[in-house]
C-alpha cells in the first residue's frame, strides 16, 4: 500500500511513477476522498472543542449559583446537544469515507525504485549477466521434458487429469523421489546459508493475502473455499510474510530470513493454451520460497543477497541461466525492484522463469502493518519485505530432465542430488 501522506504531498511524483507501469491509474479521485476526509476531520474536531467548552461554561456557572432551569443553562444545553446530533451525523460519513479511501489505496501498484528501468513491457527487460553456457547440452535430438518423463515411466499426466483436471501432475517412482531430492536439497542449501525454516499454513484468510497484494486485484488467479474465508496459497510468501502481520517487532529482531517448502496454488486464469504440456504451468506445483523482513536502509543489498542465494541453487545443479532486471512495465504489482532467474531449457531454445525475486519496500508492510522500534526512539517505522523462489521446484525439474538428457535416453542426475537419489541416472 502507498504512503497516503506521499500521495497527497507529492501527486506529480506519484503520477509520473505509476505512468511508466503497465496499466492506467488515477489518484485524483483519492485525493478528493482525502480532501473531504480531512474537512471532516477538521468539522469534527471544531465541534469536539465546542462541545467541551459549553461543558466548562454549564459547569462554571452552576458553581457560580445559576440554576438547571435557568434560561442561559437552558441554551447552552441546547447548543450542546446540537453538537452531539452533529458529530453523531459525521462518524458514519467519516468511517464511508476512510472506507473509501481505503479501497482505493489498495487498488494502487507499488511505485517503481528510482534504479528500475524504466520500459514498457518485458521486451525491454535487461539482462544483467549470464551463468553456465558451458553446461548446455550439445549432442543432437533433445526432447522436451514431458516426453523424457513419460518414457522414463517418471510422469503421468492422464490420471492427473482424471482426479482433478487439465494443469495437474502426478509423478511416479523416481520422478517422485527427484523431486523430493530437490526440496531437501534446495531447503539444505537455504537454511546453510542463514534461512529459519517455515512450515506455514497452506489454508489463509482474505486478510493474509490482502497484506501481501494478491487480494483484491488476482481474486481470479486464486483458489478460494467457498464456505469458508479461506484460500490456497498462490505462494509461501503470503503466510510466511503474515506471521508477522500486525505486530512490532523489537529492532534487534531484523533482519528475519525464512525459507518455506509449500505446494502453491493458482487458476492461471487467462493463460490457457500457454504451456499445456509438461511442468512449467501447472496449477498445483512445488516451490521453497525466501522471505525477509529487513530494514529499510538494508534492503537494497538484502535484496542483491537473496538473488545469488537463488543462483547458488542454479549453480549447484550446473543448469545454465540468466538474470534479468524487469523494467516498470514488468514489475509485479506490489514490487519496487525485481531481478528473474530464467533457466535455459535446450529443447525450446530458450530461458524461461524459474525464480523471481522481488524488493517490496514498504508496500506489503503497510498493508499488513509490520513494523519495527528502535529502542529509547519515539514511533515505529515500517520494515521492508523482500522474497522470491529458491526455486520452483517442477520447473527446475524440468531444467534437470532437458540439460542431463543422455543420448542413449537416460538422464544423468546431479552430483548434488546423488545422495538424496542414492543414483546418478534415471
Known amino acids: 500500500m502507498l504512503d497516503l501522506k506521499l500521495i497527497r504531498e507529492n501527486p506529480d511524483l506519484v503520477r509520473e511513477k505509476l505512468a511508466t507501469r503497465n496499466g492506467s491509474y488515477d489518484i485524483q479521485p483519492l485525493l478528493q476522498l482525502d480532501e473531504q476526509r480531512r474537512s471532516l476531520e477538521q468539522e469534527r474536531s ?3 472543542a465546542r462541545g467541551n467548552e459549553i461543558g466548562k461554561l454549564v459547569g462554571q456557572k452552576m458553581k457560580s449559583g445559576s440554576k438547571p432551569d435557568d434560561a442561559e443553562i437552558q441554551a447552552l444545553k441546547d447548543e450542546g446537544n446540537q453538537v452531539k446530533a452533529k458529530l453523531s451525523d459525521l462518524e458514519p460519513q467519516e468511517k464511508e469515507l476512510k472506507a473509501q479511501i481505503e479501497e482505493r489505496l489498495l487498488e494502487l501498484p507499488n511505485l ?38 513419460e518414457k522414463l515411466g517418471i510422469l503421468n499426466t492422464e490420471r492427473a487429469t482424471k482426479l482433478a483436471q487439465a494443469r495437474f501432475i502426478a509423478l511416479l517412482g523416481t520422478g517422485a523421489a527427484l523431486e523430493r531430492a530437490l526440496i531437501s536439497f534446495m531447503l539444505d542449501r537455504q537454511t546453510a546459508a542463514g534461512y529459519l525454516e517455515v512450515l506455514p499454513p497452506l489454508l489463509v484468510n482474505t486478510q493474509s493475502l490482502t497484506a501481501t497484494g494478491q487480494l483484491p486485484k488476482f481474486a481470479e488467479e486464486s483458489f478460494q473455499c467457498k464456505d469458508d474465508d479461506l484460500w490456497l496459497i498462490p505462494t509461501a510468501e503470503v503466510p510466511v510474510t503474515n506471521l508477522y502481520r500486525d505486530e512490532i517487532l523489537a529492532a534487534e529482531e531484523l533482519p528475519i530470513h525464512h525459507c518455506a517448502y509449500t505446494p502453491c496454488f493458482r487458476r492461471e486464469a487467462g493463460s490457457y493454451g500457454r504451456d499445456t504440456r509438461g511442468l512449467i504451468r501447472l496449477h498445483q506445483f512445488n516451490k521453497v520460497e525466501l522471505v525477509k523482513l529487513v530494514r529499510p536502509e538494508t534492503s537494497e543489498q538484502e535484496h542483491q543477497t537473496l538473488v545469488q542465494n537463488a543462483e547458488a541453487i542454479l549453480q549447484a545443479l550446473k543448469l545454465p541461466y540468466r538474470v534479468i532486471e524487469l523494467c516498470t512495465g514488468d514489475i509485479g504489482f506490489g514490487a519496487a525492484k525485481c531481478y528473474d532467474l530464467e533457466v535455459w531449457l535446450p529443447s525450446a531454445e530458450t530461458y524461461r522463469e524459474i525464480s523471481s525475486c522481488s524488493n517490496f519496500g514498504d508496500f506489503q508492510a503497510r498493508r499488513g502493518n509490520i513494523r519495527f522500534k528502535e529502542a529509547g526512539k519515539k514511533g515505529t517505522e515500517f520494515v521492508h519485505t523482500l522474497n522470491g523462489s529458491g526455486l520452483a521446484v517442477g520447473r527446475t525439474m524440468a531444467a534437470v530432465l532437458e540439460n542431463y538428457q543422455q543420448p542413449n535416453g537416460t538422464v544423468s542426475i546431479p552430483e548434488v542430488l546423488q545422495p538424496f537419489l542414492g543414483r546418478s541416472v534415471l
Not at 124 to 129: G, I
Request: aromatic fraction near 8%; proline fraction near 12%.
Open 46 to 48: 471544531q465541534l469536539q
Open 112 to 149: 517503481p525504485s528510482d534504479t528500475t528501468p524504466i520500459g514498457k513491457n518485458e521486451t525491454e527487460n535487461v539482462e544483467v549477466r549470464r551463468w553456465g553456457d558451458e553446461y548446455k547440452p550439445q549432442h543432437p535430438g533433445l526432447l522436451p521434458h514431458w516426453e523424457i518423463a
